[in-house]
T-cell receptor
Framework: DAGVTQSPTHLIKTRGQHVTLRCSPI?????VSWYQQVLGQGPQFIFQ???????GRGNFPDRFSARQFPNYSSELNVNALLLGDSALYLC??????????????FGSGTQLSVL | LAKTTQPISMDSYEGQEVNITCSHN???????ITWYQQFPSQGPRFIIQ???TKVTNEVASLFIPADRKSSTLSLPRVSLSDTAVYYC?????????????FGAGTRLAVHP
């Protein structure tokens, strides 16, 4: 079975631009969550979606938005990019047992560089 | 939210047992302890999860004392491929993913 897939793997943008990152969860997984990982730090939670509804949001500005599609894939959008948005963006899927500490399956991420 | 404290880095040699301890003094009654492993340019990978006493799987063991204020991830007979960052998370059974806090993790380097 395919794991969590993310695209693109690498992306270079300039300040002020907009970016869309995509994620396909493991087949059968209904929950998708997004994380930002700055070099040298652990992943930081951005969003969780389940059945196309936002279930949770981390401490990120409104420039960050996301959505989930009927096939459970998801997009993360970031507007008005700042240099500080440069990071590895990770997507994780889970079967969604309704618990916070269920096992997460992460993709390999999208490395975003903002110049 | 229960905060965790781990060593920043550890060094070991192939074939040795490695124990990484995580401190979580203000762990709540309904919190679980979870460990993830992350290789460069990859997302974290679930290793093990526990609530109390000892949990063992094919990859590692997790030791949790009775007071649950700390936990120890034990990796038996490490190899070079175990070189990675290891994260300890403490999260409640419910309450949302914003309660999943990854710290800076422990960078384990395994030497020949």
């Amino acid at each position: 079975d395919a794991g969590v897939t993310q695209s693109p793997t690498h992306l270079i943008k300039t300040r002020g631009q907009h970016v869309t990152l995509r994620c396909s969860p493991i087949s059968g997984h209904k929950s998708v969550s997004w994380y930002q990982q700055v070099l040298g730090q652990g992943p930081q939670f951005i969003f969780q979606y389940y059945e196309k509804e936002e279930r949770g949001r981390g401490n990120f500005p409104d420039r960050f938005s996301a959505r989930q599609f009927p096939n459970y894939s998801s997009e993360l959008n970031v507007n008005a990019l700042l240099l500080g948005d440069s990071a590895l963006y990770l997507c994780a899927s889970s079967p969604d047992t309704g618990t916070t500490n269920e096992k997460l399956f992460f993709g390999s991420g999208t490395q975003l560089s903002v110049l | 939210l229960a905060k965790t404290t781990q060593p920043i880095s550890m060094d070991s040699y192939e074939g040795q047992e490695v124990n990484i301890t995580c401190s979580h003094n203000n762990i709540a009654t309904n919190d679980y302890i979870t460990w993830y492993q992350q290789f460069p340019s990859q997302g974290p990978r679930f290793i093990i999860q526990g609530y109390k006493t000892k949990v063992t799987n094919e990859v590692a063991s997790l030791f949790i004392p009775a007071d649950r204020k700390s936990s120890t991830l034990s990796l038996p007979r490490v190899s070079l491929s175990d070189t990675a960052v290891y994260y300890c998370l403490v999260a409640p059974f419910s309450g949302g993913y914003n309660k999943l806090i990854f710290g800076a993790g422990t960078r384990l380097a395994v030497h020949p």
